[in-house]
């Protein structure tokens, strides 16, 4: 069975207006909110906003997430490094680096088994050559990686084609993908196609929704195959996270959310 997990600052009201933001005033009660409306997991963000003070950073930070994931029985498997979306990455810079080095600390000791970083907008590689410099980048922690069993995922608005080219060469067991449907569908890609041809590439979807060439929208709103894509992930184990659109009512919109995605699963709410 996919575990459901959502996306931190969804279980919260907006920050300033912005779309991917840590909460830094209410984190410990989301535990306590995904609890209630029946989500599996929550996705730890690590964002550029306030950085340094992200809990996850410290040693006692970490010990209260800890202990807020055992009372609340809501796992953290997985921490989106959205902090990288500025194109550190794809730099000869040393810093971000020290930056994924510190958070694959922090995983290790969480037992978080996913970092998922973007490689979009600013951050954008499409090009074979450009993939093989971040893959050398990445490498040096692969040691770290492998002795922990975590995974780098890679989200991306490469096509599925691409990236099948990029991971035929570069076989280092420790990368992965983190499929995005809303962005993916947005960019104009047929998502179940891409699915089946990244197959076990694909250690984690995010969910949610767009039209062609749009932006977020309320699920079902848009022109992701929803269908398809959950008769896909049916199949498997992949976790899904709820990565969706922000604003307004967040309880009212994460219990919508989350019905719609057991609606699509035949699953039963937890209510």
């Not at 306590?32 to 040693?59: K, M």
């Not at 994924?100 to 090009?127: G, M, N, Q, Y």
């Not at 995005?180 to 694909?202: F, K, M, P, W, Y």
Request: glycine share 8%.
């Amino acid at each position: 069975m996919n575990s459901v997990g959502i996306m931190q600052g969804r279980l919260s009201p907006q920050i300033a207006a912005m779309s991917q933001v840590f909460p830094y005033e209410s984190w410990r009660e989301e535990f306590v909110r995904a609890r209630r409306l029946g989500f599996d997991t929550i996705e730890w963000l690590y964002d550029s906003y306030r950085e340094t003070c992200n809990p996850i950073l410290t040693r006692d930070g970490r010990d209260e997430i800890r202990s807020l994931s055992r009372e609340h029985e809501i796992s953290v498997d997985s921490v989106c490094a959205h902090a990288f979306i500025d194109g550190s990455l794809i730099s000869g810079e040393s810093s971000p680096l020290r930056s994924l080095s510190s958070l694959i600390d922090a995983a290790c000791e969480l037992e978080i088994k996913r970092i998922i970083l973007p490689f979009l907008e600013t951050s954008s590689v499409t090009d074979i050559r450009q993939w093989d410099f971040v893959f050398g980048r990445l490498g040096e922690f692969d040691e770290r990686l492998r002795a922990n069993e975590i995974f780098l995922l890679l989200e991306t608005d490469a096509d599925a084609r691409i990236l099948g080219e990029v991971f035929a060469l570069q076989s280092n067991g420790t990368t992965r993908i983190c499929y995005d449907v809303g962005n993916r569908t947005a960019d104009g890609a047929g998502v179940v196609d891409e699915i089946l041809s990244l197959g076990s590439l694909i250690s984690e979807i995010h969910i949610k929704d767009r039209p062609y060439d749009g932006p977020n929208v309320d699920l079902g709103l848009g022109d992701v195959d929803f269908d398809g894509v959950f008769r896909l992930c049916s199949m498997s184990e992949v976790p899904l996270i709820l990565e969706t659109k922000v604003g307004g009512n967040w309880e009212a919109a994460a219990r919508a959310n989350i019905d719609f995605v057991h609606e699509h699963m035949e699953r039963k709410p937890i209510r």
